[in-house]
């Protein structure tokens, strides 16, 4: 599933190609990828201009006058290309934007799993995804003290917690493990067990990890392209995630794979130890 970084790459790709384009026309060939009634979705969009692209946490925000905003959510396997119209139609492509200069946004996605959904911008916090995620990981709004609070607030494993959104937004399977591995964090640890100074060091780490994978392009490991159709590069940097048997970089004891929330997970038996409550 595209990370943070990965949809990061997506927008910014997207604001290159589609700000100022005016839709002439929409053709939905899988009903269920848009969640308002096809009428609705068509009736609102058509005419309308695109006026910039933003992101909260994994959704794209793409912006139209008129205050609308579709929110898209790529879930596992969704991407958007710009192509010309005559280029041949693909069968994984499920939404298409017609635009009056002759190009064509097109949304493929081979689980179908993505969705979007059209609102009145500014009713974001209405969509059921966006209105419980927590900060963006970023030094402006990731505030360390409310993090370490947050966290002081469940005994359930720190990988979990990280992942459900809702103390920090953006993180997946593979940034959770590249962190924690960083941060020398077991991720079975019990989130309420990090001390003051484990959880400084982890808020700094998520922050610094996920803008390098910003600036990589993102990280690659089956199909992600971002909009332009180039490959992430963050894949070459990876410490842990994917390394099972390979050895760690501080220590050299083999990487171990285990099962944490249903989840592949990747960590050094040596240098992360999972605490347990006294």
């Known amino acids: 599933m595209p990370e943070l970084p990965e949809v990061e790459n997506v927008r910014r790709g997207l604001a290159e190609l589609v700000i ?16 308002n009634p096809d009428e609705v979705f068509l009736d609102g969009l058509v005419d309308r201009q695109i006026i910039g692209v933003d992101r909260r946490g994994k959704y794209l ?19 958007y290309e710009v192509d010309d119209q005559s280029a041949p139609v693909t069968k994984h492509t499920h939404v298409i934007f017609e635009m009056t200069d002759g190009t064509q946004l097109r949304y493929l996605d081979t689980r179908k799993f993505g969705r979007m959904q059209l609102i009145e911008t500014g009713q974001e916090m209405t969509v059921a995804g966006l209105k419980t995620l927590g900060p ?13 609070q947050a966290l002081q607030k469940h005994h359930k494993a720190i990988k979990p917690l990280l992942l459900d959104q809702k103390v920090v937004t953006g993180l997946g399977n593979i940034y959770v493990d590249e962190t924690l ?29 996920l803008q390098l994978a910003i600036n990589s392009g993102g990280t690659t490991v089956n ?48 240098c992360q130890i999972r605490k347990e409550a006294r």
């Open 20 to 35: 100022g384009k005016t839709v002439k026309d929409i053709q939905i060939l899988w009903s269920k990828i848009v969640v």
């Open 61 to 79: 925000l793409i912006r139209f006058d008129h205050d609308l905003t579709v929110v898209s959510h790529l879930r596992m396997e969704g991407k």
């Open 223 to 270: 199909t992600f392209l971002n909009a332009t159709g180039h490959a992430g590069a963050f894949q070459e940097m990876l410490h842990v995630y994917g390394k099972k048997g390979e050895p760690c970089e501080r220590c050299q004891t083999p990487i171990e794979k285990i099962k944490v929330a249903q989840r592949g997970t990747h960590f050094c038996p040596h």
């Open 136 to 148: 963006e990981p970023t030094p402006a709004t990731f505030d360390v003290h409310q993090f370490y």
């Open 181 to 209: 591995w960083l941060s020398q964090i077991h991720p079975e640890t019990p989130a309420d067990l990090l001390t003051q100074a484990e959880v400084q060091k982890l808020h700094d780490d998520i922050i610094t990890e």
